[in-house]
């Protein structure tokens, strides 16, 4: 069995199926979208806390990236240029409907498959776990937004600096330094819990 690229297919089949889905070729375009689903709704369920409108705006996002594909530079990761358009269409949605949703780990964890606990036969130990990450759940939630995104970005969705970078279109530097602060504030936020 082929073993599944953690972000999605391995860069060469990626170039390879862009250059298909340019031509026309759903099928290959539909193996980019099976690839690329779980992500890309992980990415909407965190900006959007709604798992129905993230299912839609993540729908609508691969059909804008399907009839863009001709903007898209092959050189180019595809998943931030995805992102890209992810996250308009999810901002837009917030400002159209309002954007007082707050933000639900725990959904984007389930539909992530990601854990903060750590993996446990002490049931002493379990426990603890469970309650420092439910505390990280509630403490990235209460970062800044642009704070929030980018964490949500490099240890959720495991994107690169440079990634990042091109999906929210501003240099590597302020990457670092968005994340550095929202790492900071993260701690500060978790202070309170450590050595319980």
């Avoid at 031509?23 to 709604?50: I, K, M, P, Q, W």
């Avoid at 903007?71 to 308009?88: A, K, M, V």
């Avoid at 440079?162 to 994340?179: C, D, F, H, K, Y």
Wanted: net charge neutral.
């Amino acid at each position: 069995m082929e073993r599944e690229h953690p972000h999605g297919v391995e860069p060469e089949e990626e170039r390879r199926l862009i250059a298909a889905a340019r031509t026309g070729d759903r099928v290959a375009y539909g193996r980019l979208v099976e690839a690329f689903r779980e992500r890309c709704f992980a990415a909407a369920l965190s900006l959007l806390n709604n798992e129905e409108d993230a299912r839609d705006l993540s729908q609508d996002a691969f059909i804008k990236a399907f009839r863009a594909l001709d903007r898209f530079d092959p050189r180019r990761p595809f998943y931030p240029w995805l992102y890209r358009i992810l996250r308009n269409g999810c901002l837009n949605h917030l400002k159209r409907h309002g954007s007082h949703r707050k933000v639900s780990l725990d959904a984007l964890t389930e539909v992530s498959h990601l854990q903060f606990e750590a993996k446990t036969e002490n049931p002493v130990e379990s426990i603890q776990a469970e309650q420092m990450a439910e505390h990280l759940h509630e403490a990235i939630g209460q970062l800044k937004p642009e704070f929030r995104e980018i964490i949500l970005m490099k240890h959720f969705q495991e994107m690169t600096y440079e990634e990042i970078a091109q999906a929210l279109n501003i240099p590597i530097g302020t990457v670092m330094s968005r994340l550095f602060h929202a790492r900071r504030g993260l701690a500060k936020l978790m202070e309170p819990h450590r050595d319980r």
